[in-house]
């Protein structure tokens, strides 16, 4: 597979959509720009017509940070601005996916429950987290589970380590979904098995975002593959439309080996991710590997994606693995794989991190590569730490996006004020996206702590209660705070300018 040179680059798709995009801005405000000075009484029309569109964002069912972004935007821009917002969402039409996906998940439903009903078992005990439980199985529909093993990774080179040996032990399908994909060492080695074991006859898929590899593969990557009976789908493909859809992407992380262990996390497939090449420091990650009962779960995902445009959907029943025997791995406590999607207005993700947060008595540790957030997860971090929570963030000291960067610390004194720990990792990016609270819940997952994450990308994540990895996970929590910096208040007194750009930057975090 050869590299593709930027100089071929450019005059293939990439840069043409990209370039199409910006055209189409262009074209727009030129327009109404024109018309505007052409015409009064255009104006007058263009005026009222954001006039009546604010009223209807006023109505919507959103967060009220997108609300009132585009209000701002409307109102610094009367007479474009509310025909740019009509433009900009009528031009997807998003009814179309969401059926699509409404479909798949109808479809899949009754098979998540297939291996057991624990539900009522952990009610009997009355753990705190009971009504979390009950949310992610009967509202949003994600079971909970025994019989599954959960091991934690806390860096790139274990995961990558133990992804191989796993591949290598695959005997019928590999599932693979990931949101970055570049080439180098990691995806050679991993390639070199999925090749190997589709050749062998094995049912092996890769699936990935169009826009989080938009740079990072080669045009050809998709040809590449299929011509080594490897099945590969593009998500969401880039398309040179001014469209809200290009803002919901597919974040998860993914891997299911025959339907009995799974893969998820903060990793993408990536030489910086292993630190074989170094981008911004030493690349602090995390995953989680589930094997059992809850690994169905992660897998059934998979293919709900998968299945979103498809023809002639799978038969989800045939890559149940269970169906000869039932399920012989020990109980690890009770784990949930759960998913999220931004086109059913129920924040799965949020609500995970926010009932962790509230049912905490002693401690909450997290780890966050941004930490870009609304009112309501604000006001349940700060709450738990008046209350006498522990309540601690990790957060990169070196950034990958300034200013995602800068962003993130402009909360920094709100949380500190109100006697959150906040601390900056040292040595490089903490891309680690976990929870854990009093030794006994938390989560693992590819859920950031900014907008997109939680409200606008495809997202996965395993809770888990009582189970082994959630002492790991505190305890590599703790082990990284020697290398992180503590936040003073002192480090959160700015000057004018800075906390003026700061405000700026708060009001736009929705669409960062």
Partial sequence: MKRRRWVRVLFRRRVFVSALVILQIAL????????????????????????????????????????????????????????????????????????????????????????????PELEQTGAPCVPQARYLQDYVGFPVYKHTQTEFFNSGESFFQRLLIELEKAEHYIFMEFFIIREGYMLKSILSILEKKAAAGMDVRIMYDDLGCFLSLPINFKEYLEKRNIKCKIVNPFRPIVSSLQNNRDHRKIVSIDGKAAFTGGMNIGDEYINTVEKYGHWKDSAILIQGNAAWSLTLISLQMWNLDAAEPDHYADFYPWKDSPCTVEDDGYVVSYADNPLDKENVGEHVYIQIINNAKNYVYINTPYLVVDDNLLSALSLAAKSGVDVRIITPFRYDKKLVHITTRSYYHRLVQAGVKVYEYSNGFNHSKTFVSDDMVGTVGTMNLDFRSLYLHFECGVWMYKSSALGKVKEDFLNTLPSCHQITLEDCHFNPWQRFVMEVLRLFAPVM
């Fill in 28 to 119: 727009i405000i030129l327009f109404i720009a024109a018309s505007s000075i052409a015409s009064q009484i255009v104006g007058i029309s263009l005026t009222g017509i954001s006039v009546f569109v604010c009223l209807y964002i006023v109505g919507k069912r959103e967060k009220p940070a997108y609300k009132l972004i585009w209000i701002f935007l409307i109102l610094m821009f009367p007479v474009f601005g509310g025909i740019t917002y009509i433009l900009f969402y009528t031009q997807s039409n998003p009814r179309k996916l969401i059926k699509r996906i409404n479909k798949t998940l109808e479809d899949t439903q009754p098979f998540f429950l297939l291996p057991e009903h624990v539900l």
